[in-house]
């Protein structure tokens, strides 16, 4: 059984532990230690590893700490070049190719994001496998037999546009979210393009505070696709 907990999700961190009743691991360490541990309940060191997508910092703030607590960082190399990250805790991943991480086979894959080196992950335990993508404005890959999808959904265009008319978002933001983030429509193509047969659940990461619409969001994934919708963590 797969269980995904978010300790975090936004602009202002993300953080997320995913096991599969084997192997717990993190999927971004963007907030403060302090609030990992919290998240945890102070079980930091039941930890298997540490996936980092890309080098900005809400996704990769506690890296140094994370690995100083005892957690092996696995990134790509532009990520660990960004982050000064050297020694026997960082392991590189190469995109397409895979590794395995205790009951896991993790394999990283391109995301198209303003961030050299960003990925995406993909997750394999038994029957189980796990799509992790975030800060990417479109994903060119396609997946089979997925049976839990972790995918950003930013921002609505519509909520976007009608806040750059009333000046409430720079028209400079705007543009770099269109070439950087995942919008709720690009969300329902990706969603359509992908076998969702075995699909159980699929989890909203990383809402925009301003552009986005989180009761309509999980409303037309549901009607989209007919399954489970969860919006992760606070926004």
Known sequence: MIEITALASGSAGNCYRVTDGSTPLLLEAGIPIKAIKQGLEYRLNEIQACLISHSHNDHCRSAGDVMR????????????????????????????????????TVLPFETQHDCPGSMGFLLASGQYKVVYITDSYYVKWRFRGLTH????????????????????VPAAMRDRLLQSHFSLANVKDFLRAN??????????????????????????????????????GSR
């Not at 552009?211 to 696709?225: G, H, M, P």
């Open 69 to 104: 607590a005892g957690v092996t960082c696995y990134m790509s190399k532009p990520t660990a070049e960004a982050l000064g990250a050297t020694g026997y805790r960082v392991r590189i991943l190469e995109p397409r190719v895979q590794t395995k991480i205790g009951s896991w």
């Open 149 to 168: 999808i972790m995918v950003e959904c930013n921002y609505a265009k519509d909520i976007l546009d009608a806040n750059v008319a009333q000046g409430l």
């Open 195 to 232: 076998d969702l047969s075995r699909v159980e659940e699929i989890h909203l990461l990383h809402l925009s505070d301003g552009n986005s619409d989180e009761a309509r969001f999980k409303r037309e994934i549901q009607e989209l696709t007919g399954k489970p919708v969860y919006v992760a």
